[in-house]
């Protein structure tokens, strides 16, 4: 059974930073292209950013210079580094496969970005 389970959300302060963490089991991890996705109140959920099972990475352009993705395979987790966060990145963060899955959406972890 594969569960995805996000963590290190939480409170950023604008220009400040935030990382946050999926942690995969099941046999999911090592062979797929893994991404980061949000839903911000009110609105659909999106892709921020993935990277695949070589490290090759590509971000949205909302987000791009100021988030990284990168995954450690040897721990089966992908991590979102979010440096000078803006309130509109405000949104539950949630990670999957690239493309998702249905079956394998967890909880999310909020991130709220105040000024």
């Known amino acids: 059974q594969v569960q995805l389970e996000e963590s290190g959300g939480g409170l950023a302060q604008v220009g400040g930073s935030l990382r946050v963490s999926c942690a995969a089991s099941g046999s999911i991890f090592s062979i797929n292209t893994m991404g980061w996705y949000r839903q911000a ?24 210079g100021r988030f990284t993705i990168s995954r450690d395979n040897a721990k089966n987790t992908v991590y979102l580094q979010m440096n000078s966060p803006k309130p509109e990145d405000t ?7 690239w493309p998702s899955w249905a079956g394998y959406w967890g909880q999310g972890t909020q991130v709220t970005v105040s000024s």
């Not at 659909?44 to 909302?62: E, Q």
């Open 91 to 97: 949104a539950v963060y949630y990670c999957n496969t």
């Open 41 to 64: 109140p009110g609105k659909g959920r999106g892709l921020v950013a993935y990277v695949t099972t070589g490290g090759t990475t590509n971000v949205a352009d909302s987000v791009k």
